[in-house]
Structures are given as structure tokens and as C-alpha cells.
């Protein structure tokens, strides 16, 4: 009886690594394309008031967090306070990779983070979110280039900063526009890794800017 009991317990144990370890090794459970058709419906529901979140239990939460975290999209905002990815994308704790600097701007620290998200935790989809009435982007357009703060980010958008000022309209919205869409072609190019996952077809990385005067998020990059 105890050989059963043992057998039985050896078989269950090695039953669950295995779910476990498939879990953690198998193909992502959504491709980039549903995950941006997911996070787009989830900002129709933040626009029109009616997150499904809302009413959701902290234990439930807490159990859902406990079954271990699979994150479905990577999204690369601003610090400013007016935006929080997981509120306008209308989704869960555990659910979104969120990596935030000033300006939302690319460096090694965010590569690192998109790397570890899309290799680790197979994330399809890398979001690059700019928004409108961005203070740090203004800082750096408008602000003395002699205080260091300011220095350190007006050398990450110069040439940004450069190229906006030859288009016609506002020179904050062109500048905004153009950072999300610069940082989405820097990931693109980034070698080895993105590069490659991106011309197999394993990830896709897209721009867009999330408008704090409607709420809504515009895609302005594919
Ligand atoms: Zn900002």
C-alpha cells in the first residue's frame, strides 16, 4: 500500500513539473495581432467608463497573481502621472510588462527589460506609448539645456527635437509623434535579438499615443 501511495505521489509530482515547465517553454498563448485587438477593446472600455475590472475581489487578484505571471504585452510609457498602462488598456495586475522613463525614450536599461519580456516570458507584442501634453518632452523643447536634468533628456531627443521642427504643425505634438516613432524603428533594428524575433515573426513592436484629453489610444506606428 505505502509502494502505491509513493508511486502515486512520485507520478503526481512529476505530472505537475511538467505542466510547470510547459508552461513556462510553450508557444505564447496569443499572437501580437489578438493582443492588440485585446488592449484596443480595453481602451474602448476605459474611454467609455466601463473597465471590467472594476468590481473585481482583491482575493481573486491575489489567486490570479499566484498562479504565476504571463504578461501578454510589453508597453514602454512616459513617467508622467496622467498615464497608467494597465487602467487604459482596461487590464489586470500581472498582465502588462510596463517599462516607464522620462520621455519614453529608448536606452539599455529598456532593451534589457523588452528582451527579458519577449525571450523569458514570451510576450508577442511590444507597445510604444507617447502621449499628448508630455511635460518632459516640452522640458526638453523649451527648458535652459544647462541644468543637467534637462541636458541628460535633450540629448536623447536632439534629433527628434531637430526633425519636428522642420514639419508645419505644433512643434510639441510633431516632436511626440516622432520619439514614438523613432524608438518603435531603434527597436526594430536592435540586434540580435528583436531583430531576429521580429523577422520570424514572434513578436511584433508597435507605436502609439494615448490622448489624456479623451482617453483614447491612437496607433501611430505598425
Ligand atoms: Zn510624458
Known amino acids: 500500500m505505502k509502494r502505491i501511495i509513493k508511486f502515486l505521489l512520485v507520478t503526481f509530482i512529476s505530472a505537475y513539473t511538467l505542466t510547470c515547465f510547459a508552461q513556462e517553454n510553450s508557444k505564447p498563448a496569443f499572437t501580437a495581432d489578438e493582443v492588440l485587438r485585446e488592449l484596443m477593446m ?83 507584442l511590444v507597445v510604444v506609448l507617447g502621449h499628448t501634453n508630455c511635460d518632459s518632452i516640452k522640458t526638453a523643447i523649451t527648458e535652459d539645456k544647462d541644468l543637467d536634468h534637462v541636458l541628460h533628456l535633450f540629448d536623447e531627443l536632439e534629433a527628434v527635437i531637430e526633425e519636428s521642427k522642420g514639419q508645419e504643425g505644433d512643434l510639441l505634438e510633431n516632436t511626440i509623434k516622432n520619439n514614438v516613432i523613432n524608438v518603435v524603428k531603434d527597436l526594430k533594428k536592435s540586434k540580435p535579438l528583436i531583430k531576429k524575433q521580429i523577422n520570424k515573426g514572434e513578436i511584433k513592436v508597435v507605436g502609439a499615443i494615448y490622448h489624456s484629453e479623451t482617453g483614447e489610444v491612437e496607433i501611430v506606428s505598425e
Request: with cysteine; proline share 4%; aromatic share 6%.
Open 42 to 124: 480595453g481602451n474602448a472600455n476605459f474611454v467609455q467608463e466601463q473597465r471590467k475590472d472594476k468590481t473585481e475581489k482583491s482575493e481573486k487578484r491575489e489567486s490570479s497573481l499566484e498562479k504565476g505571471l504571463h504578461p501578454i504585452a510589453v508597453v514602454i510609457s512616459c513617467n508622467d502621472l496622467k498615464i497608467a498602462p494597465e487602467f487604459i488598456f482596461d487590464q489586470k495586475l500581472g498582465e502588462l510588462f510596463v517599462i516607464r522613463n522620462i520621455g519614453n525614450v529608448v536606452d539599455s536599461n529598456v532593451l534589457t527589460g523588452v528582451e527579458y519580456a519577449t525571450e523569458h516570458l514570451q510576450v508577442p
